[in-house]
């Protein structure tokens, strides 16, 4: 069936309307009409082939939550109407280690796991396109489901945003007792503190902005200290089991270091950046580990969406229509949105769709384009 898009087929256009054509669901496959899609970092740096490996055209989004409008034969965990969500994969091989341990983000299979977009679909080798789109098509296991507490809207970042900070705190083990530090608090750092803060930690923000302080307070922080403030920094000195950093430019990590305790953990997520040089005695006199950590599992973003419906946890979401996308994405660019994720309202893609049936000479008109294997 022919779907309506948002995406690019270059590096430096903005992005377009775009028609193509979607395979119906097939046997373990649950097709859902999009209602709402965040505006993840990610999605700037893969229409701006910043990762030098997008396959054009592409049309972004993996923080999806819609409504399940029919299944493939076999289906069995889900029906028509149920409020579901589709996060950064669509699949993977479900057999090897890391996705016989729910981590299916680091499959080893005969390929890597099945990013939402810019992945290439098994087996037909066809480009994936994510969730500016009307529906999305994708096989039952890795959908989630969201639970009635949660607002469509709040849902989408948590499917990215909310999954990639809970899981190296489930990993860590995280517990009441424990304190996190979180460094950076933007899109991923806001849903750390409160993420954190639900799972009974002491939480630590580090931020240099004063009048973000009280927000972030509010957020569920315990303390938020400036990281240019060397007195305040010296206090914190060797308080922190985990620190989940998300700032996204190159820093100095070692200011960070000396904060760590004993068999501490500081985990990199996000954004991949760059560290300066640093020295790593720290490191050594206290067994401190640094990390990294990808996203996260299908059944832990199962669990954050519902430890989220269970503690009232919400991302900070500013609602856009399809129109102002590009705007959003350019807002990002700059860096100007703090700690807000834009959420597309996608009834304006649909919306968009009638205009143009109706008044096509207004409405900007879409490329056609027939999806084939790379
Ligand atoms: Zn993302
Ligand atoms: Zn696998």
Redesign the pocket.
Known sequence: MDVLGYGTFDATSRLGPIVFNQPEAREGEVEIEITHCGV????LHQARNDWGNTVWPCIPG??IVGIVRKTGPGVTAYKEGDRVGVG?MINSCQSCGPCEAHDEQYCEGPVSATLTYNGTKIPSGVNTYGGYTETIVVREEFVLRIPDAIDSAAAAPIL??GI?VYAPMKEFGLKPGHTVAVAGVGGLGHMAVQIAKALGATVVAFSRSEKKRAEILEMGADKVVDPTDEDAMEAEAGSVDLMINTIPVPFDIAPYLSLMRHDGRLQIVGNMIELEAFSPGPMVFNRITIGGSL?GGIKDTQEVLDLCAEHGIAPAIQMIGIDDVNDALDSLEQGGIGHFRHVIDMRSLRDSRESMSQNASRAEEPVRFQPEAG
């Open positions: 993840c970092h990610s999605d993996h923080e950064c990215c945003a990639t996203i």
